[in-house]
């Protein structure tokens, strides 16, 4: 990804992620009565489109930049250096597709260093949580299972249809959780193995079959990897957060729908997170009964569960999403275009886009260069002539922009760039279009071309 593409993805993420996550909060709200099935698919989406929203605008704004056919200047390679490349300070020309703005080229590169730094640590803590996953497998073992324990994993199997899963036991663990994407392993303090209350076994193993049953292992890896580009932005998290608590109240409602009564499965939780207490358990790859922190709420939602007739549900189902839609919509629709300025000692310039239009002359501003001689708008008007006619099939052919042409420029040669066009050179037997840049320096003047495909210095 180059710096002007991270650029746009890292500003339309800083607006686009908070709309997204109100519209979200707000379709939350409006289906609060109903279950945590339809909710937890919402934050799920809405994490989805966090990241998609972003990676879009990127992509629109390179099709915009794509369609804007440039004028490609027909030349010999002899004649390049040749070229009546004026000096120019140009203004952006605006196709009325998308706003475009500079950004200062020091204040881009310390956004896109920050981006770096906040990702990278975000994937360090990634991977601390996952090799810590993997040890806690290591020291976990198997014993044997009494009677009763077994006669509980074989209800808890038959209720939602799930294969017989792994049962391991740990000293290092004060809570339930599971692991396991295709294979799933149940993870369970010592304590339990001794446990006689077939209640407390019910609630405990029923809802980490619940978590098999739906997957949830992979969908909460899914969703670490998807937040890891996002996770500087504090939305980000918070809908991340929202999916750990709307996955964890759908399998509470999946327990008590199947297993137990709402005030024994409440008794459950209670116990088990008063055990869970002393030890905690550090970040790791995992889904388990205590994930969400939120106990006080899971209570509330089992002991008081809302009724909702069918009908109105599914009222405020199809409002929610047509809300949901309309801001999608909107969002999707503007993108912001920025383009890094690039720096000089004596005034910032800006790149020239030549449309399909027609070819449109930026005005010069540069103070004191007001006219030109009648021998530079002669030898002007011969280059324009020379262009050729079929221009739309030798621009499908640029795969690079204009601003990156000069950016390859200036990293190779320092200075002043004065202009930077489109030119088709003949070689051989076929075109080869290149990005004629005039750099200026110690008022010497270099000419570079720059291959308009593959962004090869001629």
């Given at each position: ?5 991270l650029?746009t993805?890292l500003?339309?993420?800083?607006w686009?992620?908070?709309?997204i996550g ?5 379709c939350?709200y409006l289906?609060k009565?109903t279950?945590a099935?339809?909710r ?6 809405t994490?989805?489109?966090c ?10 704004s390179s099709n ?11 030349t010999?390679?002899?004649k390049?250096?040749n070229?009546?490349l004026?000096p120019?300070?140009?203004q952006?020309?605006?196709t009325?597709?998308s706003p475009?703005?500079l950004v200062?080229?020091n204040?881009?590169n ?11 640590y975000s994937?360090i803590k ?6 810590r996953?993997?040890?806690?497998v290591?020291?976990?073992f198997t014993?044997e299972?009494a ?7 074989e209800?808890?199997?038959e209720y ?6 792994q049962?391991l036991?740990?000293k290092?663990?004060?809570s ?26 019910f ?7 619940a978590h098999?049953k739906?997957?949830d292992?992979l969908?909460n890896?899914m ?6 580009p996002i996770?500087?932005?504090p939305?980000a998290?918070?809908?991340?957060r ?7 109240l ?6 008590i729908?199947k ?8 008794q459950?939780l209670v ?6 207490i002393?030890l905690?358990r550090?970040?790791t ?11 006080e ?7 008081k ?14 409002s929610a999403s ?10 999707a629709?503007f993108t912001?275009?920025?383009a890094?300025?690039?720096?000089s000692?004596q005034?910032n310039y800006?790149?020239?886009?030549d ?6 002359t930026?005005l010069?501003?540069?103070e004191g260069y007001?006219t030109?001689?009648?021998e ?5 008007k011969?280059?324009?002539d ?10 499908e052919k ?6 990156q042409?000069?950016?390859i420029?200036?990293?190779q040669?320092?200075g002043?760039?004065?202009e ?5 050179v003949?070689e051989?037997q076929s075109?080869i279009?290149?990005y004629?840049v005039?750099?200026?320096k110690?008022?010497d003047?270099k000419?570079?071309l720059?291959?308009?495909?593959d962004?090869?210095?001629?």
């Open positions: 990804m180059t710096s002007n593409a650029l993805f500003l339309n993420a800083v686009q992620i908070p709309l109100l519209a979200a909060y707000i939350d289906l009565r279950n099935r339809i937890h698919t919402l934050w799920f989406v994490l989805i489109l990241f998609t929203l972003p990676i879009f605008s990127v992509l629109k915009i930049v794509s369609n804007e056919t440039p004028i490609i200047e027909k010999n390679f002899e390049v250096d070229l009546n004026q120019t300070v140009s952006v020309v605006q009325g597709k475009a703005f200062n080229e204040l881009s310390f956004l896109i260093a920050c981006y770096i730094l906040f990702s990278l994937l990634f991977l601390i949580a996952f090799r996953t993997q040890t806690l290591k020291t976990a014993i299972l009677k009763d324990f077994l006669s509980v994993v209800s808890c199997k939602f249809e799930t294969k017989t899963p049962i036991f740990s290092s663990i004060s339930p959780f599971t692991i396991g994407a295709f294979k799933p392993l149940i993870f369970l303090p010592i304590e339990l193995a001794e446990e006689k209350d077939q209640n407390l076994l609630s405990v193993i029923g809802h980490e079959l098999i739906k997957r292992y969908l890896l969703c670490e990897f998807i937040c890891l996770s500087f932005h939305v998290t918070l809908v991340k929202r999916i750990k608590e709307a996955r964890e759908r399998c509470d409602e999946m327990v729908d297993l137990v009564t709402p005030n024994v499965y409440a459950s116990h088990l997170a008063s055990s869970a002393d905690g550090k970040a790859m995992t889904v388990g009964v205590n994930d969400a922190d939120i106990l709420n899971r209570i509330m939602k089992i002991l569960r809302p009724k909702i007739t069918a009908s109105r549900r599914n009222l405020l189902l199809i047509a809300l949901f839609i309309a801001v999608f919509i909107v969002i629709t912001l275009r920025p890094i300025a690039q720096q000692s005034q800006k790149t020239v886009i449309t399909k239009k027609g070819y449109k930026a010069d501003t540069k007001n030109t001689s009648d530079q708008a002669a030898k002007r011969a280059e324009l020379m262009m050729n006619y079929n221009q739309s099939d030798l621009s640029v795969k690079i922009t204009m601003a042409a000069i950016d420029a200036t990293k040669e320092s002043l760039v004065m930077c066009r489109l030119v088709s003949k051989g075109d279009i290149y004629a005039r750099i200026s110690d008022k003047n000419k570079l720059i291959n308009a495909i962004g090869k210095i001629k």
